[in-house]
């Protein structure tokens, strides 16, 4: 089974950009559907973006400060964040699903990444 490692978090100022990578140990890593999902303390997981493997369709929580792209070739996944506010505060995960279409459904995913944390200070 896939297993997806995540990095790029860290410490960003309000208005700031971050990029994250997940990378899948999987060579069939472009058949996958790829999402990113967020978690604040004591806040349920939410959606931010996924990308579908075959087509590359792309659905977002917010499609202005978020960009998801992927390389197949190098078996990984971005998440460009830009313009940061202290409310985007969370453990961001990558996950992955056979789904073939661009679902936000938390359900949907059943590998997930340990997480990596994006704190933006005020």
């Known amino acids: 089974q896939v297993q997806l490692v995540e990095s790029g978090g860290g410490l960003v100022q309000s208005g700031g950009s971050l990029r994250l990578s997940c990378v899948a140990s999987d060579p069939t890593f472009g058949h996958y559907t790829m999402g990113w999902f967020r978690q604040a303390p004591g806040k349920e997981r939410e959606f931010v973006a996924c990308?579908?493997?075959?087509?590359?369709s792309r659905n977002y929580a917010d499609p202005v400060r978020y960009t998801i792209s992927r390389d197949n070739a190098k078996n990984t996944v971005y998440l460009q964040m830009n313009n940061l506010e202290p409310e985007d505060t969370a453990v961001y995960y990558c996950?992955?699903?056979?789904?073939?279409?661009?679902?936000?459904?938390?359900?949907?995913?059943?590998?997930w990444g340990q997480g990596t944390q994006v704190t933006v200070s005020s």
């Open positions: 996950a992955a699903t056979m789904n073939s279409l661009p679902t936000s459904r938390v359900t949907a995913y059943y590998i």
């Open positions: 990308i579908t493997g075959s087509s590359g």
